[in-house]
Nanobody, 123 residues
Framework: QVQLVESGGGLVQAGGSLRLSCVVS????????MGWFRQAPGKERESVAA????????NYADSVKGRFTISRDNAKRTVYLQMNSLKPEDTAVYYC????????????????WGQGTQVTVSS
């Protein structure tokens, strides 16, 4: 198991940017693919982006392609989500998650989760 702690959320105006960070402790970070998910009030949790163990493969939800970028620094045991051109519909609690081995987009495939960080985009 690993422990995940997200940071970087906040309130931003539409069109603005935020960078989320997730620091992972416990088992070797490089063994895990990582994902960012979000959940808005009254909605199901959805995949935002995912990245493979090496960082060589990424996956994005259609709604964030071209605006969000996922990256990782294995030496710092950290995964990032750079969010640009934010829209009010991006408002949600954002969660970092870890999955043993291969990349995936289904929440049910992830083993460990952070506590979440709130992102609010005002219009």
């Amino acid at each position: 198991q690993v422990q995940l702690v997200e940071s970087g959320g906040g309130l931003v105006q539409a069109g603005g940017s935020l960078r989320l960070s997730c620091v992972v402790s416990g088992r070797p970070f490089s063994f895990y693919s990582m994902g960012w998910f979000r959940q808005a009030p009254g909605k199901e949790r959805e995949s935002v982006a995912a990245i493979s163990r090496s960082g060589g493969s990424t996956n994005y939800a259609d709604s964030v392609k071209g605006r969000f970028t996922i990256s990782r620094d294995n030496a710092k045991r950290t995964v990032y989500l750079q969010m640009n051109s934010l829209k009010p519909e991006d408002t949600a609690v954002y969660y970092c998650a870890a999955k043993w081995a291969s990349i995936a987009t289904m929440a049910s495939e992830y083993d460990s989760w952070g506590q979440g960080t709130q992102v609010t985009v005002s219009s």
